[in-house]
């Protein structure tokens, strides 16, 4: 059976982030997210994000493009996206 990820009519980009880099993100939006809102330490969002990436890794890591954006701004992943696409 075939995933959707090595379908021959799409590309699939992982946008790869650590999980300081998540944490970071997602603290001021955890009311919006159904998944996390519940949570209340960064300790534990810690070990959701963790379970959870490692989880669904092996949908990640089927991606034909990764791109890191770790301590990168918009422009230089979009840049970086360009780059490898074309």
């Known amino acids: 059976m075939q995933t ?3 379908s021959t009519n799409t590309i699939s980009i992982y946008l790869k982030a ?3 880099t998540l944490i970071n993100r997602l603290k001021g939006e955890k009311s919006k997210r159904p998944l996390i809102a519940h949570i209340e330490t960064d300790e534990l969002l810690t070990e959701f994000i963790g379970k959870h990436l490692f989880e669904r890794s092996q949908f990640y890591n089927q991606a034909q493009v990764t791109i890191t954006t770790d301590n990168k701004k918009e422009d230089d992943i979009i840049e970086e996206l360009i780059f ?3």
């Open 4 to 6: 959707i990820l090595n």
């Open 84 to 86: 490898q696409l074309f």
């Open 18 to 20: 650590s999980i300081p």
